[in-house]
């Protein structure tokens, strides 16, 4: 079963991380990624611009409604997600519990997926790195 | 189980909002600050405990206002309020009092607070050191050395300024549309001051200073939160974090200015460039250009060029145009004759800036510029006179020894053959 995992934390938290704090906490998650990947666990992982970067269509109208800013204010909010593949939901809180310690605070939201298209996108695949 | 650098994280980021607030409860600046600040050091002895609360601006407004009454009864021998140990996110007084931070009202009020960081009334340094101080929470200690001043000297800057702006008795009441316009407005030309006391330094200083760039964005991102369909506010962000993103290549390991021509690209930040022109896609959607958005955009172009021969110059010399329209200034003006002199070279750069001359008498680039323009033309003589005025007028010794190598290879070239024409010599452009 794949199971997503979705990222809530404050991002105003997070935007005043420094370089430092935020460098530390993607080496600790890229340990346990690393990991996951070695086992043929690990599909796709995006973080997201901060909600600042997002734009909300709404579509309950025609014609849509552009909106800047993301779809919904919330004192979390989605930063990035995590796709990976277990037996059971067990197994899946099991890496979310040890994703949270590698970066305390905020939630993650386990959803197991209904339908995975892992079609090749130009770029996919390609790290932005810093 | 948390660890302070969290906790930090956390009150820094909740700081504006519950500050704008108890600044509301007590109409008085100096009093929500001792009242947040006796709340922090609450935060700091029970969340380790207790785990963080779920919002903590509401859990600091709450236990700042709380800290502040509870003052008052002591001394009137009273009975205390409940102990701050008692409350968490599961009773249910933060989300009454959540409640009661009136929605509407909380985005005025850290504009409020913003802007009286901002007021016309305060010179530049002070706005900055006002900002830094009340928005941003750094200590005196950590902005006197921004500065590369006494903690003395930037305490008084700091009471003086909450003087002036004291006296200036910026009213509470929600602004009119066109009083936000221009709130906003002096925010971000503050904002942009922050980032650019960061962005000027160089040498020694500039591991001391680039936090302040730092800040700034961090600052710009929340007045985007707060204003999130304002294209200038995208602008602004966008600005700052397509310079920013240059920070590693713009200075060599001594300090000294690498120009942009000269800078290693793969040492600039990729995903906050890629976050800069996400910001300015949005921004250009609206059809409102503006100043941060022009300058936006022709930073934009530098980021997209792979190599500097890549670069778009006759986009960059329509949108400073555009900029000089929208705010004449002889310094864009100066900025478009950059741009001239690599699409119709030295010459045409030159007829540019000539008029500017009395105009930018002081200014450092003004000399540096037609310094290079003149040597590219092989006017030698001319360019030495130039490049002496510059170096008179630097501020840093990095922009100093900038110039001094110009006119070192003038003299080398001078001796070694005295006729002909430097080939390819170096422009000075902006870093």
Redesign the interface.
């Given at each position: 079963m794949l199971y997503a995992i979705l990222c809530y934390h404050q991002e105003d938290v997070v935007c005043a991380w420094s370089q430092e704090e935020d460098d530390a906490v993607m080496a600790k998650l890229a340990v346990i990624q690393n990991r996951l990947a070695r086992q043929g666990r690990l599909g796709p992982v995006a973080r997201l611009m901060p909600t600042t970067a997002a734009t909300t269509l709404r579509k309950d109208r025609d014609p849509p409604l552009v909106l800047d800013g993301p779809f919904a204010e919330t004192k979390e909010q989605l930063l990035g997600f995590y796709i990976v593949d277990c037996a059971s939901l067990d197994e899946a809180l099991e890496i979310a519990r040890e994703l949270g310690e590698a970066n305390p605070g905020g939630s993650y939201e386990l959803r197991p997926v209904a339908l995975f298209n892992p079609a090749e996108t130009p770029g996919a695949g390609t790290r932005i790195t810093s | 189980m948390?660890d302070v650098?969290?906790i930090g994280?956390?009150l820094?980021?909740?700081r504006p909002q519950a500050l704008a607030a108890l600044t509301r409860a007590f109409r008085d600046l100096d009093a929500a600050e001792e009242a947040l600040q006796e709340a922090c050091l609450r935060a700091l002895r029970t969340w380790p405990r207790n785990g963080?609360p779920?919002?903590?601006a509401a859990w600091l407004i709450m236990v700042g206002r709380n800290a502040a009454i509870d003052a008052v009864r002591r001394r009137r021998r009273e009975a205390p309020l409940p102990d701050e140990d008692a409350l968490s996110d599961r009773d249910d007084t933060e989300a009454v009092l959540a409640a009661e931070l009136d929605e509407s009202h909380y985005r005025d009020d850290i504009l409020r607070l913003l802007f009286v960081c901002c007021h016309p009334e305060l010179p530049a340094g002070q706005q900055v050191a006002l900002a830094l101080r009340i928005v941003s929470g750094l200590s005196v200690k950590e902005i006197a050395r921004a500065f590369l001043t006494s903690e003395t000297a930037m305490e008084q800057r700091i009471t003086r300024a909450k003087r002036r702006v004291a006296a200036a008795a910026v009213p509470f009441e929600a602004p009119s549309a066109p009083e936000r316009a221009e709130r906003l407005a002096a925010v971000m030309a503050t904002l942009y001051l922050v980032f650019n006391e960061g962005y000027a330094a160089s040498g020694g200083e500039a591991h001391l200073r680039a936090p302040l760039c730092?800040e700034a964005i961090?600052l710009a991102?929340?007045l985007?939160?707060l204003f999130?369909?304002e294209p200038e506010v995208?602008g602004l962000?966008a600005l700052m974090l397509l310079q920013h993103a240059r920070a590693a290549a713009r200075l060599d390991a001594d300090g000294a200015i690498v120009l942009l021509d000269d800078q290693d690209r793969g040492r600039w930040?990729?995903?906050?460039i890629?976050?800069g022109l996400?910001?300015l896609d949005?921004a250009m959607?609206h059809r409102r250009p503006g100043p941060y958005q022009l300058q936006a955009a022709i930073a934009a172009l530098h980021a997209r060029a792979a190599r500097p021969e890549d670069t778009d110059w006759t986009q960059i010399e329509l949108l400073y145009g555009a900029l000089e329209r929208l705010q004449p200034s002889p310094v864009v003006t100066l900025n478009r004759a950059v741009a001239v002199s690599k699409t119709r070279g030295p010459q045409a750069a030159l007829g540019l800036i000539e008029p500017l001359r009395e105009k930018l008498a002081g200014y450092f680039y003004y000399h540096g510029l037609e310094g290079a323009l003149l040597d590219r033309l092989g006017r030698r003589a001319e360019a030495r006179v130039a490049f002496d005025r510059a170096i008179a007028l630097a501020h840093s010794p990095a922009e100093a020894a900038h110039i001094r190598r110009h006119l070192d290879r003038l003299t080398a070239e001078a001796e070694a053959s005295p006729d002909m024409p430097p080939a390819g010599a170096p422009s000075c452009g902006t870093a």
């Open positions: - | 948390m650098d969290w994280a956390a820094s980021a909740a963080p779920r919002d903590a730092e961090r991102r929340l985007l939160r999130p369909a995208m962000a930040n990729r995903p906050m890629a976050e996400a910001l949005k959607r």
